[in-house]
């Protein structure tokens, strides 16, 4: 990397604190591809209008029903305007949501990615079986998300 280019450079900044929007809008604008990593729907959760759409995300996980899940998380995305109210969603070239209360399950291709990767085989104890962090969509302007599928055992 030639010095003072950062184009060839990425950061990833797991936080809820909007006061480092300013801090990854710098980076950006100075060419690093900027990923947040936030619990952008805290501030939807207390909020009563939302009440049923969390219950309904609820619900969904817990019937692996990625129709109607992915359905109750636009809902409270687009009207809890999320994506236009978030300076650190704004300030970053992308923004995941990270759900404390989700675990997503992974495919045996991913699986094997990630073994692949690690040097592992499918038989090896500690085998990689949900996405670590909770991560559930990619946030997008406009208030629209993309849902990160959940494995859904057909058995």
């Known amino acids: 990397m030639d010095e003072g280019n950062a184009s060839e450079l990425a950061a990833m900044v797991v936080t809820s604190d909007a006061r480092l929007s300013t801090c990854i809008a710098q980076a ?26 969390f219950v309904e995300l609820v ?17 409270v995305v687009s009207y809890g305007k999320v994506f236009e109210t978030s300076r650190l ?27 692949a990767a690690c040097g592992k085989t499918r038989d090896d104890f500690g085998q990689v079986t949900a ?4 991560v559930i969509a990619t946030l997008r302007p406009e208030n629209n998300v993309d849902v990160w599928s959940f494995h859904v055992d057909a058995s």
Not at 32 to 51: A, G, P, Q, Y
Not at 131 to 134: I, K, T
Request: aromatic content about 8%; charged content about 25%.
């Open 28 to 53: 950006r604008a100075r060419g690093v591809h900027t990923i947040v990593v936030s619990d952008f729907l805290r501030n939807c959760r207390s909020k009563m209008e939302f009440r049923s759409a």
């Open 89 to 115: 969603a704004t300030s970053a070239d992308v923004a995941l949501i990270w759900d404390p209360f989700s675990v997503i399950e992974t495919t045996q291709s991913e699986r094997d990615t990630h073994n």
């Open 131 to 134: 996405a670590p962090g909770g």
């Open 59 to 75: 619900r969904a996980r817990f019937e692996r029903d990625v129709v109607a899940y992915a359905h109750a998380l636009q809902v």
